[in-house]
C-alpha cells in the first residue's frame, strides 16, 4: 500500500515562513491534499489538488508537488497556525484514501 | 452551510457491536461519496472506510475488512457504519467526511469533516 511520511514536528517563529513536507513514492504525479487540525477541534481542508485553496483559507498557505515530495507552506506565520496539518491523497492501486502520519506545527 | 453529524458511540467490550450514524444536510447528499476517518486517542488520522454516491462502490481498510460494514440511505441524507467484533485497538475518534466526487477517485478529496463520535472498546 502507499505511504506517505511526514515530519513529525516542525517549529517556527513567528513572522517566519514554515514547510511540511509530505514524501511518497513519485508523489508528484498524484494530487496532494492538505488538513489542518487544531486540538480539540475537527481537521479542516486548507490546501487541495496540490496548491489551490478553499474559500476561506488565506493566501499565506501555499504547496507544491514534485518527484518524491509534496510540501504545504505558511508564509508569515502566525500563533493561530498551530495545529497538526495531514497530507492526503488517492491511492489508485487500492482505491484507498492514505494520510500521512501528521506534523505537528509549533509556533515559538 | 454543509453540516455531518455523527453518533452512536460509545463504550463496548472487545468482541461486541456498535453501529455508527452520520447525518448530513446543507448539500446534496446523493451526489457525493462519503468516508469514515478515525482518530485514536493521541494519533494520526486513519482512513477507515468509503462509499460511492449510489453504494455500488465501496472500499475498506485492511485493518477493518470483514469486520466493518459501511452502508447510506440516501432518502434519509445518512450514512452508517456497522462495526463488529471490535477490538481495543478500533479505540479512536470516528469522523464522517465528505468527498468531492461521486466516486473517489485520483482527482477527488475530502472536504468537509464532521466533529466525530467516539468509540472506546475495554472490558
Known amino acids: 500500500s502507499y505511504v506517505l511520511t511526514q515530519p513529525p514536528s516542525v517549529s517556527v517563529a513567528p513572522g517566519q515562513t514554515a514547510a511540511i513536507t509530505c514524501g511518497g513514492n513519485?508523489?508528484?504525479?498524484?494530487?496532494v491534499h492538505w488538513s489542518q487540525q487544531k486540538p480539540g477541534q475537527a481537521p479542516v481542508l486548507v490546501l487541495y489538488d496540490d496548491t489551490d485553496r478553499p474559500s476561506g483559507i488565506p493566501e499565506r498557505f501555499s504547496g507544491s508537488n514534485s518527484g518524491n515530495t509534496a510540501t504545504l507552506t505558511i508564509s508569515r506565520v502566525a500563533a493561530g497556525d498551530e495545529a497538526d496539518y495531514y497530507c492526503q491523497v488517492w491511492d489508485s492501486s487500492s482505491n484507498h484514501v492514505v494520510f500521512g502520519g501528521g506534523t505537528k506545527l509549533t509556533v515559538l | 452551510e454543509v453540516q455531518l453529524v455523527e453518533s452512536g458511540g460509545g463504550l463496548v467490550q472487545p468482541g461486541r457491536s456498535l453501529r455508527l450514524s452520520c447525518t448530513a444536510s446543507g448539500f446534496s447528499f446523493d451526489e457525493y461519496a462519503i468516508h469514515w476517518v478515525r482518530q485514536a486517542p493521541g494519533k494520526g488520522l486513519e482512513w477507515v472506510s468509503g462509499i460511492s454516491w449510489n453504494s455500488r462502490g465501496i472500499d475498506y481498510a485492511d485493518s477493518v475488512k470483514g469486520r466493518f460494514t459501511i452502508s447510506r440511505d440516501n432518502a434519509k441524507s445518512s450514512l452508517y457504519l456497522q462495526m463488529d467484533s471490535l477490538r481495543p485497538e478500533d479505540t479512536a475518534l470516528y469522523y464522517c467526511?465528505?468527498?468531492?466526487?461521486?466516486?473517489?477517485?485520483?482527482?477527488?478529496?475530502?472536504?468537509?469533516w464532521g466533529q466525530g463520535t467516539l468509540v472506546t472498546v475495554s472490558s
Open positions: 513519485n508523489i508528484g504525479s498524484k494530487s
Open positions: 467526511v465528505k468527498d468531492i466526487c461521486p466516486l473517489s477517485s485520483t482527482s477527488c478529496y475530502l472536504d468537509y
